[in-house]
């Protein structure tokens, strides 16, 4: 009888945990902050902030993991149900768009991390959710540098007043 009752419970709790070990029915809401100045740095900087709501109790505590533009990201647990996903790209190569930030659970992420393993595409594991955010760009400095601007303005300046100068003189 007794281990009837230790196998009930241990089959109980490992039901509850296969039950609350994935969010059914997920609910994100985002914020998005970037680099907006990228004429002193040389890489920008994304920061995405996520609130998670799962229709089962819990699954909201489960670690996470993010894939951004094929790189596996960490996600950081910052709150209840509060997460945030942080990456860098270089200034060439960061255009401004969509990006897709594409959610995972335990289960999904070794999905995951076996396709990688195979060689295989990354894009074919279904993710738990996915967050779209919208980069506008960042500013890389104006066309001309003011350098460059001063100096064609003083070599101007110095032709007009030689040849006027010479003119006078004639």
């Known amino acids: 009888m007794v281990k009837f009752v230790l196998a009930s419970a241990v089959l109980c709790c490992a039901l509850s945990y296969a039950i609350a070990s994935s969010c059914s029915n997920p609910e994100v809401k985002s914020n998005f902050y970037s680099t907006s100045d990228a004429t002193i740095v040389s890489q920008i900087g994304f920061v995405t902030e996520f609130t998670l ?3 089962n109790a819990g699954a909201e505590k ?3 993991f993010a894939e951004v533009l094929g790189k596996l990201a960490p996600v950081v647990r910052i709150g209840d149900n509060k997460y945030q996903v ?3 790209e270089e200034i060439k190569k960061a255009s401004s768009g969509s990006y897709a930030v594409r959610l995972f659970d335990e289960e999904s992420y ?5 396709a990688q393993r195979a060689g295989e595409d990354i894009q074919s594991v279904k993710p738990l959710t996915t ?3 919208n980069f506008s760009g960042a500013y890389k400095g104006p066309w001309v540098n003011s350098e460059i601007l001063a100096t064609v303005m003083v070599l101007f300046v110095a032709y007009v007043a030689f040849t006027t100068r010479s003119k006078l003189m004639a």
């Open 86 to 88: 942080s990456w860098n």
């Open 53 to 55: 709501k799962c229709s």
């Open 131 to 133: 967050v779209t955010v």
């Open 62 to 64: 489960l670690p996470l």
């Open 110 to 114: 070794a999905a995951v991390r076996k």
